[in-house]
C-alpha cells in the first residue's frame, strides 16, 4: 500500500490513525494480466488505484474491435466515472495488461470514508481536476493532431510507457491499426 | 447569483454566513457577447461559473480555423484546467456566445475560500469528477460515432442548446463545416 499512501501524502495530510483507518475500508486486489475488474453491461462497483502493474479501459465497437480509451499505471486512478457515479450500466471493460496490485475504494464505502476523512474531498478534486484538465487537452489533440503527430506527442509524453505495453494496445489506443504503427514505428 | 448559490445547495449545506463570506470573495462579472475571459498565450486567472448566457472554449488550429473543444450554459463551469492547475500559458479562448453574468472565483483566492469553507472541496470534487465522467464518455463517441451519429447523439442531449447557438459554432464543436451541418440538418 505504500504507493497509495505515498501519493495521498502529496496532497493531503493523513495521521497515522487516520492511515489505519482508510487502510481498512479500501481493498487490495492482485489482479492478474487479463483478469476484469469490470466488463460491459455491469455497474462500475468502485474507483480503482493502480498500486503496481497497469489496467486499460476500453469498449468494443460496431466491427467488433477493442478500442482502447485509457490507461492506467502506478499511482494513477481508473473507473468508469458515468457508471460509477450514476450507477448505470457500463460501457466499457476495465482490464489489467500486467499482473497488476489495486486498490479499490468501493462505492458503498465512498460515503462513509469521506464523511470521516473529509480532506479526502480535497484529494479526489485535485485527481479530477487534473484528469479533467487532461482529457480537454485531449479533445484539442484529437481536432489538432494528425496520426503521425498524435504518436510523436504520445512517444515524447509517456517513454517508458510505449515500452511497457504490448504495440497492438498502444496501436488501439492511438485509433491506428497495428500495421500503421509498425509503419509509422519503421520511419519516425 | 442566485443561479450559482442555488446549484451549490443541490451538493453541499452553506449557513448564511458561510453565503455572505461566499458572495464576498467572487467575482460578478457582467461580459458582452463576443467579449473574451481568455486568450491563447494568457495563464486562465480564474475557474468560470455561468449565472446567465453561454461560454465557448476555442482554439485556433493551424489552418487559421477556430475549433470549438467545449460549450458552458447556465450552471456550468468552465476554465482551461492545465492552465489553471499548471499556471501555464493557454492554448484556448474563452469568449461569450451571449451577453452573460459570469461567477469567478479566481486562482489567488480559490485556497483561501476552501480553507474557509472546505464543503467546497466536495462540491468541485463533485463537478470535476462529473466533468471527467462526460469527457470519458466524449473520448467513446469520438472513436464510435459517424459524423451522422455525432449530430444526432448532440441534438437528442441537448435538444435546446441546439436552438440556442449559431450553427456554425455547432458545426465547429461537432468537427463540421458549416456547409455538412446544412445538409445533414435538412437531412434528419
Not at 490513525?17 to 453491461?41: F, R
Not at 462497483?45 to 489496467?55: H, I, M, P, R, T
Request: glycine residues 2%; proline residues 3%.
Amino acid at each position: 500500500m505504500q504507493n497509495f499512501i505515498n501519493h495521498l501524502k502529496k496532497y493531503i495530510s493523513l495521521t497515522s490513525d487516520e492511515e489505519q483507518l482508510l487502510l481498512s475500508m479500501v481493498k487490495t486486489i492482485p489482479v492478474k494480466k487479463k483478469a476484469y475488474l469490470l466488463a460491459e453491461g455491469q455497474v462500475c462497483k468502485a474507483n480503482y488505484f493502480v498500486e503496481q502493474g497497469c489496467l486499460r479501459l476500453f469498449f468494443i465497437n460496431d466491427k467488433g474491435i477493442e478500442q482502447i480509451t485509457h490507461f492506467a499505471l502506478e499511482n494513477w486512478w481508473i473507473a468508469d466515472y458515468m457508471s460509477l457515479s450514476m450507477q448505470v450500466k457500463s460501457q466499457f471493460y476495465i482490464q489489467a495488461v500486467e499482473d497488476s496490485t489495486i486498490i479499490a475504494i468501493e462505492r458503498h464505502q465512498q460515503e462513509e470514508l469521506f464523511s470521516k476523512l473529509p480532506q479526502l474531498e480535497r484529494y479526489f478534486r485535485i485527481m479530477m481536476q487534473r484528469a479533467y484538465a487532461a482529457a480537454q487537452m485531449r479533445v484539442k489533440f484529437f481536432h489538432d493532431y494528425s496520426k503521425e503527430e498524435s504518436y510523436r506527442h504520445f512517444i515524447a509524453m509517456f517513454p517508458e510507457f510505449v515500452q511497457r505495453i504490448p504495440q497492438y494496445m498502444l496501436a488501439s489506443y492511438l485509433g491506428f491499426t497495428p500495421e500503421y504503427l509498425s509503419e509509422l514505428r519503421r520511419k519516425v
